[in-house]
């Protein structure tokens, strides 16, 4: 996680493990309609999906319980102060889904293609860490630059930037503190900028 503020503010930008694994199982099993349907399906798509063009086997899943579940599991990943420090997904038994056996099920049957899909997917933003930086230098100078307007220090704050290979640009606020960002607006920085500055305005 990368981390940029004063004691006053503070952005964090992240790309989390369990998250991308939840959109991977989502996308594979068809829930994105009814499962987070805010934010876009991912791109590209996993495998099987890719393989077939059709949601993987849900045969003999309860698939009504499966999105409650699913929606139960993300409510506990996305925020970044209830996500697990260390990811309790954990192959062969899945414990963590011992009361959610629809999921625990889906995740017997299609971890290795949600999990090689978000190793590669995770992969690719380190990359572009490395090769481009994160995006929180240009956030601070948006803050200052704001600051300097209003000839005060920032109002307290803390956001928290969740990146994502998205397969629609943008951004979306999923909670006060936490905003989704398609990796490819994160990736093009002029158009980040002018899209997070109005978040900038209203929080400093």
């Given at each position: 996680?990368?981390?940029?503020?004063?004691?006053?503010?503070?952005v964090t930008e992240d790309c989390p493990w369990d998250v991308?694994?939840?959109?991977?199982?989502?996308?594979?099993?068809?829930?994105?309609?009814?499962?987070?349907?805010?934010?876009?399906?991912?791109?590209?798509?996993?495998?099987?999906?890719?393989?077939?063009?059709?949601?993987?086997?849900?045969?003999?899943?309860?698939?009504?319980?499966?999105?409650?579940?699913?929606?139960?599991?993300?409510?506990?990943?996305?925020?970044?102060?209830?996500?697990?420090?260390?990811?309790?997904?954990?192959?062969?038994?899945?414990?963590?889904?011992?009361?959610?056996?629809?999921?625990?099920?889906?995740?017997?049957?299609?971890?290795?293609?949600?999990m090689r899909w978000s190793t590669d997917r995770h992969a690719?933003?380190?990359?572009?860490?490395?090769?481009?930086?994160?995006?929180?230098?240009?956030?601070?100078?948006?803050?200052?630059?704001?600051?300097?307007?209003?000839?005060?220090?920032?109002?307290?704050?803390?956001?928290?930037?969740?990146?994502?290979?998205?397969?629609?640009?943008?951004?979306?606020?999923?909670?006060?503190?936490?905003?989704?960002?398609?990796?490819?607006?994160?990736?093009?920085?002029?158009?980040?900028?002018?899209?997070?500055?109005?978040?900038?305005?209203?929080?400093?």
């Open positions: 996680m990368l981390v940029e503020g004063t004691i006053r503010w503070q991308l694994l939840a959109l991977a199982l989502r996308d594979l099993a068809g829930l994105a309609g009814e499962c987070a349907e805010t934010i876009p399906p991912v791109h590209p798509v996993p495998v099987p999906i890719a393989a077939r063009r059709l949601p993987a086997d849900l045969d003999g899943i309860d698939r009504v319980a499966l999105a409650a579940q699913w929606r139960g599991w993300w409510a506990g990943i996305i925020l970044r102060e209830t996500r697990p420090f260390m990811s309790p997904v954990r192959p062969p038994h899945f414990e963590v889904f011992d009361r959610a056996l629809e999921l625990q099920e889906l995740l017997h049957r299609h971890y290795d293609a949600a690719e933003y380190e990359r572009s860490v490395r090769q481009r930086g994160s995006s929180l230098p240009a956030i601070y100078r948006l803050v200052q630059r704001r600051q300097l307007q209003l000839r005060r220090q920032s109002n307290s704050f803390r956001v928290d930037l969740t990146v994502l290979p998205l397969s629609r640009y943008g951004g979306w606020v999923v909670a006060p503190d936490t905003i989704v960002v398609s990796s490819s607006l994160r990736d093009d920085p002029e158009a980040f900028q002018a899209w997070f500055e109005p978040i900038v305005e209203a929080l400093v």
